[in-house]
Each structure stands twice: as C-alpha cells, then as structure tokens.
C-alpha cells in the first residue's frame, strides 16, 4: 500500500514569494490534514479536511495561507507571501475518517520549507 | 484548551537499557485518546502507542510500554532493551473523542539518543 505523498520534500524562497506543497493522501482516506512543525516544536494543526470540506481552520493564518482539497483526494497547501516566521516542515497526513470512531493517522515525509 | 507537556528536551540511554518519556496533559474531557509517537531524522512520523482514556489498563507494544495515570492527567512511554533504531524525536499527543474537529495536539517532544 502506497504512503502518503508530498512534494516538493525541500523549498528555498525569498520572502514575500509564493510557495506551494501538494499532498496525496493514502487511497480511500477521507480525512486529510496539514501540520506546520517549527523546529524544536510540535506538529501544529493548520487545517483538517474530510473529503473535499474544511472540517477545522481554526490554526491557519488565513491572510496569507490557503488551502484546497479538490475532488476529496489530492491537496494542495499554498502560501502567498512568505514571512520569514514561516520557515517549517509542512506535514501532511491522512486517515480512513476523522469521526468518532479512532481511524489511525499516516503521515508523509514533509515539506522543508526555508524563507530567506 | 487541551495543552500536552513534554518536559523532557532530551533523553539518553545506554543500548539494551530502559528508558522512560514523560508527558503531561491538561483536558476537561473524561474521554479521549493519547499517543506516542516517534519521528526518525529525516524520516516520517509514525504510531508507537496509543492508550485509550476509558481503559484502565496501559497499552503494550512489544517493547514498548505505557504508564497512564489518568487523575494525575500522566502518560509516560518506556522503551525497554532499547535499539539503536529507537533513536528518534518522539512526540506525546492527545486527540479528544466528543463530537467535534478531533484534532491532534502534540507536544514539544523529546530526542532520545541511544548510545551503543
């Protein structure tokens, strides 16, 4: 069974320049969910997706962060401009569902992302 | 607000030793999950261990173990005969059970060096 796939895995950006990381989720996970972990930090939650719907958004910095997950597989997290305060790894995971019932959590292998 | 504490920056232990991590967590809730985590250099975040609070006994994965201690809101993970392969920054979680985002929150985690 395929993992969960992000590209790029690093990104060196210029301030104030764009930047965009995709993610493929595990195949039938419903659930997709994007984490921002700063080092010496935890994964920080930024959004949560169940199929194509925006479950939780409550951590993302809407002004400059968007994020889309188009046909409920695929996903693609954009930021516009970058601060320097940015500079993270951008995990993304998937599960089966994000419901009541416990459905584990799979994580890809990241995106660096340096902002100069 | 749900907080997870790991107050443990950094951990070492001999090879074939055991070791313990320690975590602490603030909730309001009387159901939930907790996780352990371990996240390789360079490489992606997977499941240790997961306890769930309504269960009174602690979880065991093969040589990992958890102490959970839910009036004293403690959930400690011990790695016995440790592995050089154990070495890795791992991470507490709590993922909460009640309708709602079920979001994930980590902790700052811990590196755990393990010395041959």
């Known amino acids: 069974e395929a993992g969960v796939a992000q590209s790029p895995r690093y990104k060196i950006i210029e301030k104030r320049q764009s930047v965009a990381f995709w993610c493929n989720p595990i195949s039938g996970h419903a659930t997709l969910y994007w984490y921002q972990q700063i080092l010496g930090q935890g994964p920080k939650l930024l959004i949560q997706f169940q199929n194509n719907g925006v479950v939780d958004d409550s951590q993302l910095p809407k002004d400059r962060f968007s994020a889309e997950r188009l046909k409920g597989v695929d996903s693609t997290l954009k930021i516009q401009p970058a601060k320097l305060e940015d500079s993270a790894v951008y995990l993304c995971?998937?599960?089966?569902?994000?419901?009541?019932?416990?459905?584990?959590?799979?994580f890809g292998p990241g995106t660096r992302l340096t902002v100069l | 607000a749900q907080t997870v504490t790991q107050s443990q920056p950094e951990m070492s232990v001999q090879e074939a030793e055991t070791v313990t991590l320690s975590c602490t967590y603030d909730t309001s809730e009387s159901d939930y999950y907790l996780f352990w985590y371990k996240q390789p250099p360079s490489r992606q975040m997977i499941l240790v261990i997961r306890?769930?609070?309504?269960?009174?006994q602690n979880a065991t994965e093969n040589r990992f173990s958890v102490n959970f201690q839910k009036a004293a809101k403690s959930f400690s993970l011990k790695i016995s005969d440790s592995q050089l392969g154990d070495a890795a920054m791992y991470f507490c979680?709590?993922?909460?059970?009640?309708?709602?985002?079920?979001?994930?929150?980590f902790g700052t985690g811990t590196r755990l060096k393990v010395l041959a």
């Open positions: 306890q769930e609070a309504y269960k009174q």
């Open positions: 995971a998937s599960s089966f569902r994000g419901g009541v019932t416990y459905n584990e959590q799979f």
């Open positions: 979680a709590y993922r909460r059970t009640t309708s709602g985002t079920y979001k994930y929150i």
